[in-house]
């Protein structure tokens, strides 16, 4: 079931019960806190302008501090209540096969410790996955296979990718938010769309403040550039040792091949015995 989970990507029992409610064919696995080093890098990338209106199909608030947005699309936001207070953004991609669901509980974990912070979380479109048999899923970009061959091939990358910089950009057209004080984030396949897309911004003014990729890889590998002037920006790759997945040897290679690009500042996090999950 273990390995079920990690193929069909959850990240969180509530995601896997509402993919079972909807669809009767999902496997439900543990629920994801979030990695120690990842909550740091957060901190340190935003230490302690505005956010546009948000118009959802559903809200709650908690803690008196944050407001949750549900909108019709599947995207998920969690925002300071006092709009004013806003001075960050964190963007965070799901994997294979979940939604925005998956990291609702994290964002707004986080969101308590940040009161500064607003996350946006976007649910990838649904569509036909080869390495699933062809069967569709919430997904980012099709997986033929995990080896590096298979990888090259990552067909509705770059669709993805306008998707997250329209995110950005409407962000920082909206509230007057520098792009310096975002921050893209993902599970996964979330992860790897995260690092394609936060290397490949349109221009040096849209430099984030740094990327997180979560037992991620480098996708699309041969049609990567690297946009000059983005070479500092900061990315930190938690990944787990004992992935079977994404095997932690394709995350060395993830992060050779990003320095040999021009990256100044690429560190690999090891965490020993983790399987293919945010623990």
Known sequence: IAQRCALMGFSSTKTAFLRARSAAVRIACHRPAVAAAATTFLF????????????????????????????????????????????????????????????????????????????????????????????????????????????????????SRDTLRAILKKEHEETGLPYSRMLLAGFSQGGALSLFTGLQLESEEQKLAGIVVMSGYLAAAKSFKLTPGLESTPVLHCHGSADPMVIFDMAKKSQQHVLEFGVKEYELKSYPGLVHSVN
């Open 44 to 159: 340190l990338s935003f230490p302690a302008v505005f956010p546009p209106p948000v118009y959802a199909a559903s809200f709650h608030t908690f803690g008196m501090t944050h407001v949750t947005n549900r909108s019709g699309d599947g995207t998920i936001t969690v925002s300071p209540q006092n709009e004013a207070a806003q001075s960050a953004l964190v963007v965070i991609c799901h994997g294979l096969g979940d939604t925005s669901e998956g990291f609702a509980d994290v964002a707004e974990h986080l969101a308590g410790q940040m009161p500064y912070v607003k996350f946006i979380l976007p649910t990838a479109p649904t569509q036909p996955v080869t390495m699933n048999m062809g069967m569709p899923m919430p997904s980012w970009y099709d997986i033929v296979g995990l080896d590096e061959r298979s990888n090259e091939k990552c067909k509705g990358i770059e669709q």
